[in-house]
């Protein structure tokens, strides 16, 4: 703060990993390891400064810390941003001890979901199963007096399966994760988890090309939940705001979906794989409903996009690790349940696409286009889900996606992955209940 900064924090991590891959129906690696260090903020206005260390003294975090104020120096003087700091308690999120991994039982396991993979059929011609645990225990300071300390084990499992027929290869994955310890292989059956990977292959191997045109789509609980993170997600990250980069931009309080739609992100639901106690700021999380009833309620903030706005954190400020700047980013974002039976939305569709997996896609926030891989698909035909299709593509617009979903199941699903943004990788839940878009365009491989 001796240059003349708003505000600073320093962030204090040490991380704990392992992995442990079967291939081949053997052991292909088993390691782990641990990286340990700090980050160190200034804000001063607009301006921020951050310096890292990998060496945990005294020396090394005082040079951090004048290296940060030191390029703030020069800067010129421009608005002091006020610092809101929430009142708010931090949940409870993580098991109170998370078991520690015996690597023998994690390569039984592992063993176990090949040979349960292979056993499908002899068209599965390879199987990958993959272990990996994150342990982190990190602690937070910041210039307002706070201090933070959090710890946290994270868990996934993942299970990749190529099937082959006639010189044609097919790609099945599936891959469950937990903010948990040794205790989520006790609720998670790996052997079902390879199956399902190993069936999606099997079963793109027999599908139809995929037709082109617009139609209705019908996606189903949990899987549904990455279009919502990408296509409308990202575009209400409030970094993106500011840089006038988003659709969203100045449209709170404004219609945004439709009226059956409400959208929330919430860190706080215990023992999800994006779910945290505090973000990497210190803020406690919450549940930000940002979308309710087709009403856009809130941006998601970090700490210091939060101050440009004079408004409070919503706990979305997060980092890679300690050598990265913390932005906002989201964390379990999800479409609320709403009062529809799933099989109803299926038969009351009389044509159309069923989409049982949702693959990758990408997103242009300024504009809100987007275009998403669907990697299991099917036709509905006459109100029943039909023939299986491969080569499907979801081409549309996030706004306009959201004002013409006609119809929200009851049922609630999600799903792990890993989200990318400004060149940093942080864990995210995404999910939803079964839902209908009135009509998109669908790109195939149709003639």
């Not at 020396?59 to 610092?83: D, W, Y």
């Not at 999120?93 to 979901?113: G, I, Q, T, W, Y």
């Not at 199956?195 to 949990?222: Q, S």
């Not at 609630?412 to 009509?439: H, N, S, Y």
């Amino acid at each position: 703060m001796s240059t003349g900064g708003d505000y600073a924090d320093v962030f204090c991590q040490r991380r704990t990993t392992s992995l442990v891959r079967f291939e081949e129906s053997r052991v292909d690696d088993i390691s782990s390891g641990v990286d340990s260090g700090a980050g160190v903020r200034v804000i001063k206005g607009d301006l921020a400064a951050f310096a890292h260390t990998d060496v945990l003294d005294r020396e090394h975090l005082m040079r951090a810390a004048e290296t940060a104020a030191e390029a703030l120096k020069h800067a010129a003087e421009g608005k002091t941003l006020t610092i809101l700091v929430p009142s708010r308690k931090a949940p409870s999120v993580c098991p109170a001890e998370a078991a520690e991994h015996d690597v023998r039982k994690v390569v039984e396991l592992l063993s176990a979901a090949d040979e349960a993979a292979r056993n499908l059929s002899g068209e599965v011609r390879q199987v990958t199963a993959m272990h990996n645990s994150a342990y982190d225990e990190e602690l937070l300071a910041d210039s307002t007096g706070k201090v933070r300390r959090a710890s946290c084990t994270r868990t996934r499992f993942a299970a990749q399966v190529v099937a082959m027929r006639d010189g044609e290869a097919q790609v099945g994955q599936e891959a469950p994760g937990a903010l948990a310890g040794a205790e989520f292989y006790d609720r998670t059956d790996v052997a079902e988890v390879a199956r399902v990977a190993g069936r999606r292959a099997l079963a793109m191997l027999d599908a139809r090309k995929a037709p082109t045109g617009r139609m209705p789509v019908v996606i189903r609980t949990g899987t549904g939940g990455v279009l919502i993170h990408e296509a409308t997600g990202h575009g209400l990250e409030a970094d993106h705001m500011h840089r006038g980069a988003s659709v969203y931009e100045g449209k709170i309080d404004s219609k945004v979906a439709s009226e059956i739609v409400s959208v929330s992100d919430n860190p706080t639901l215990v023992g999800l794989w994006g779910s945290y106690p505090f973000d990497d700021e210190g803020t406690p999380s919450e549940d930000t409903l940002v979308i309710e009833g087709g009403i856009l309620r809130r941006y998601l903030y970090s700490r210091h996009d939060a101050m440009k706005d004079a408004l409070e954190s919503t706990g979305n400020g997060r980092r890679q690790s300690f050598r990265h700047l913390p932005i906002p980013r989201m964390s379990n974002t999800y479409i609320r349940p709403g009062d529809s039976d799933p099989a109803e939305i299926v038969s009351s569709t009389k044509s159309g696409l069923f989409a049982q997996k949702m693959g990758g896609g990408q997103v242009d926030t300024v504009t809100g286009d987007y275009v998403f891989a669907v990697s299991e698909g099917y036709l509905i035909e006459d109100g029943a889900i039909g023939p299986a299709v491969r080569g499907a593509m979801l081409i549309g617009n996030g706004p306009k996606t959201l004002e013409i979903i006609d119809a929200v199941g009851d049922d609630l699903g999600f799903e792990e992955g890993m989200c990318g943004k400004d060149g940093q990788w942080v864990p995210v839940t995404t999910g939803g209940p079964t839902f209908r878009i009135a009509e998109l365009t669908v790109g195939g491989t149709e003639v």
